[in-house]
């Protein structure tokens, strides 16, 4: 099992950045969002498909169906400028854990 | 509040076997449903789970490295070890430590600890 990401999304302050996560009927399994800004550990950003940890600004939003789950960022902000990745739990074989390649967002 | 930190050597040659420790606080490796997991990023790229060692004593493994690592998971010492035999040059990453409860992402890191293999 594979999960896909863009290497790369660009989005001008103040627009709406989409992130997408492909996988193979990926909207049957809970999808994590993490953000990780140069030199620091990932943070969770959206689990469980759409919902927010604590102190993640709403303008976070994640959805999922189909072959593609979605992190949407709107008003986006020179702090969003990130990798972001997104996660599954129990891939259908053997990982239990498996993470995307990651997509960096450049915020120009 | 749930703090993790990962501690071990900065340097390991090849072949050796590279020991990191979890030391965690504020959560409870005997509570239901907590996982603390070992997830790795070598420099410049996408992060790479390991291992996780959950509450009720199951432990899993990444299968493309399952044969090269051990996790345990002390919760009297509120740790959780990660053992990888026969390192190479491609083992070289930050290691990071990471709690979920049920599953729910991981929503607690710690600060992740560069490991460079080399001779």
């Known amino acids: 099992y594979v999960l896909t990401q863009p290497p790369s999304v660009s989005v001008a302050p103040g627009q709406t950045a989409r992130i997408t996560c492909g996988g193979d009927n990926i909207g049957s399994k809970s999808v994590h969002w993490y953000k990780q800004r140069p030199g620091q550990a990932p943070m969770l950003v959206v689990y469980d498909d759409s919902d927010r940890p604590s102190g993640i600004p709403d303008r976070f939003s994640g959805s999922n169906s189909g072959n593609t789950a979605t992190l949407t960022i709107n008003r986006a902000e020179a702090g969003d400028e990130a990798d972001y990745y997104c996660?599954?739990?129990?891939?259908?074989?053997?990982?239990?854990?498996?993470f995307g390649g990651g997509t960096k967002v450049t915020v120009l | 509040q749930i703090t993790l930190k990962e501690s071990g050597p900065t340097l390991v040659k090849p072949t050796q076997t590279l020991t990191l420790t979890c030391t965690f606080s504020g959560l409870s490796l005997s509570a239901s449903g907590v996982g603390v997991a070992w997830i790795r990023q070598p420099p410049g790229k996408a992060l790479e789970w390991l291992a996780i060692s959950y509450w009720n004593d199951d432990n899993r493994y990444n299968p493309s490295l399952k044969n090269r690592l051990t996790i345990t998971g002390d919760a009297s010492k509120n740790q959780v070890v990660l053992t990888m035999t026969n390192v190479d040059r491609g083992d070289t990453a930050t290691y990071f430590c990471?709690?979920?409860?049920?599953?729910?992402?991981?929503?607690?890191w710690g600060q992740g600890t560069l490991v460079t293999v080399s001779s």
């Open positions: 990471a709690h979920s409860q049920w599953q729910r992402g991981f929503d607690y």
């Open positions: 996660q599954i739990w129990g891939s259908g074989g053997d990982h239990d854990v498996l």
